[in-house]
């Protein structure tokens, strides 16, 4: 339905966009992962017609969207910030857009009703924004931005503003939505987790570029770069002579090395290609109710393995420990791809180029 075609957009000396492409089908859930400044915003807005790409194209059913003004298009931004009209009820605020549209007002009343049913705000109508809750008023702003019908939502960090169990529920919620009203969605997040419990799809970006755009369990499993290995769930990245091997915590399995190191277990602390073990020693142990975490120190490795087991942990700080892990749990990364920046830094200036 959407086509985004070699899409790149500068700002100055930042290039926000550096070639991006991404294909977006008919009522999917589609999601825009990264860190700060990796420039996922950016290209929500050009989706919305707020910013113009410097070079590249952007299609609807394989008509020109770029040339569209920002009014006309079947696309609706939802903000972060909601930004409800906080002296009008619920139902004003999100009959608003019908009545600039002058729709007539039987409809407008039917699609309201209509719309505020769907997202459970009925009993709140006749209510101001400052009266409801901040998951009722994130349900306002969704309600606002579907009872237009757009083709494609963009929404740009729906839930940050919310609470953790807030934010749970509205997971679930916009999931559901989204099934029933059949409108695409494009979530802006920089949650890798919401991320993977709401997408069908995510595009991982990272400094301008999307590495890698596949199904949440793809790409869990099979990421394609160490960016997206080390930022797409915790991860193991162990340098090997012609890359990376990734390998996850929950499968690495760990085992006391009786008599302090003279097991059968031990090894030279080299990381095989296939399967692998490691010895070393616990230096933190931390329950978290359903598994716990382990950080084991090995030899030559500049940052603790983690491992993470089901229920309590049976070893110990201090303890010596082998870890092994299965040949299929092992993700080689080929240091052909370009190694990216490390995971924190935002896009920045492109060192001698000109804008
Ligand atoms: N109007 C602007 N003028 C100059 N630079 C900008 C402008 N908007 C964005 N940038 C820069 O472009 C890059 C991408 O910004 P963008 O807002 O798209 O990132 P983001 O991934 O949405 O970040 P966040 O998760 O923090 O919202 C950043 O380096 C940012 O500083």
């Not at 299609?59 to 910030?81: A, K």
């Not at 393995?305 to 089901?310: D, E, F, T």
Request: a neutral charge; hydrophobic letters at 40%.
């Amino acid at each position: 339905m959407i086509e985004i075609k070699g899409v790149s957009h500068r700002f100055g000396r930042t290039r926000a966009l550096d070639d991006v492409s991404l294909d977006i089908g008919e009522g999917e859930f589609c999601a825009l992962l990264g860190p700060s400044g990796c420039g996922k915003t950016t290209l929500l807005r050009i989706l919305a017609g707020f910013e113009t790409p410097d070079v590249g194209t952007v299609t609807l059913d394989r008509e020109d969207l770029l040339s569209v003004p920002p009014h006309r298009r079947p696309v609706n931004l939802m903000f972060q910030s909601f930004a409800l009209f906080p002296h009008m009820s619920v139902e004003r605020n999100v009959a608003y857009g019908l009545e600039r549209e002058r729709l007539p007002r039987a409809a407008i009343r039917e699609r309201v009703d209509a719309v505020l049913a769907t997202v459970g705000l009925t009993a709140y109508a006749r209510r101001k924004p400052h009266e409801l809750s901040g998951g009722q008023r994130q349900r306002v702003a969704l309600a606002r931005a579907i009872v237009k019908r757009p083709r494609l939502l963009l929404l740009d960090e729906p839930l940050s503003a919310l609470d953790k169990q807030v934010r749970a529920e509205m997971q679930l919620e916009l999931k559901r939505l989204q099934h029933e009203v059949g409108i695409t969605f494009l979530v802006v997040t920089h949650d890798q987790e919401e991320a993977m419990s709401l997408a069908d799809r995510i595009a991982v970006m990272n400094a301008g570029r999307i590495e890698q755009t596949d199904a949440p369990v793809t790409l869990y499993e099979r990421p394609r770069t160490t960016f997206v290995a080390g930022f797409v769930g915790a991860n193991n990245l162990f340098p090997g002579p012609n890359g990376i091997t990734a390998v996850r915590p929950e499968r690495i399995r760990v085992r006391t090395r009786i008599g302090g190191g003279k097991g059968d277990d031990d090894n030279d602390g080299t990381v095989e290609g296939e399967g692998g073990r490691l010895t070393g020693t616990v230096v933190d142990v931390s329950f978290h109710g359903g598994t716990s975490h382990l950080a084991v120190r090995v030899p030559g490795l500049d940052r603790p393995v983690l491992i993470a087991v089901q229920g309590p942990s049976r070893v110990t700080s201090g303890e010596q420990v082998s870890l092994s892990w299965p040949p299929d749990a092992a993700v080689h990364i080929p240091a052909s791809i370009p190694a990216s920046t490390p995971v924190s830094t935002p896009a920045s200036p492109i060192e001698g180029e000109e804008p």
